[in-house]
């Protein structure tokens, strides 16, 4: 059974991981300059400040302590017309070898709550062309 929970500052090696894995999938491995350390400041600030993005994980109950399938990095904005804020996902990823498992379909949903709970007026997001 899949589990979808919120990420914590404990998995940002596990993020990175995923995000390198999501740019080699984009055939751009060398645009991740990212590092641990940005990920903690920004996602998971520690100080009392909003973090600039979170992250979703999506995990396999039947194998706990496995590391995670996938991950969704999202944030919320805000729509100056609506006067409402919205959900966008900037990334979304499962690792290929556990593809067609309902891994990301969990991960939509989850985020779609989210925004449910949160107000927002709009879920967004964008997809490669190819």
Avoid at 41 to 49: K, M
Avoid at 105 to 126: P, S
């Amino acid at each position: 059974m899949l589990v979808i929970r919120k990420a914590t500052a404990s998995d940002v090696p596990r993020i990175l991981t995923l995000v390198r894995e999501l740019a080699a999938y984009e055939k751009e491995p060398h645009q991740v300059i990212a590092t641990e350390a940005d990920l903690l400041r920004d996602g998971f600030p520690g100080d009392g400040r909003e973090p600039a993005f979170r992250v979703l994980l999506v995990e396999d109950d039947a194998a706990p302590g496995a590391p995670a399938l996938g991950f969704a990095l999202y944030f919320f904005t805000y729509s100056t017309w609506n006067g409402r804020r919205c959900l966008f996902l900037e990334d979304v990823f499962v690792e290929p070898q556990h593809r067609g498992k309902g891994a990301g379909l969990a991960l939509m949903r989850a985020l779609a709550k989210e925004a449910i709970a949160r107000g927002c007026m709009r879920f967004v997001w964008n997809v490669l062309d190819w």
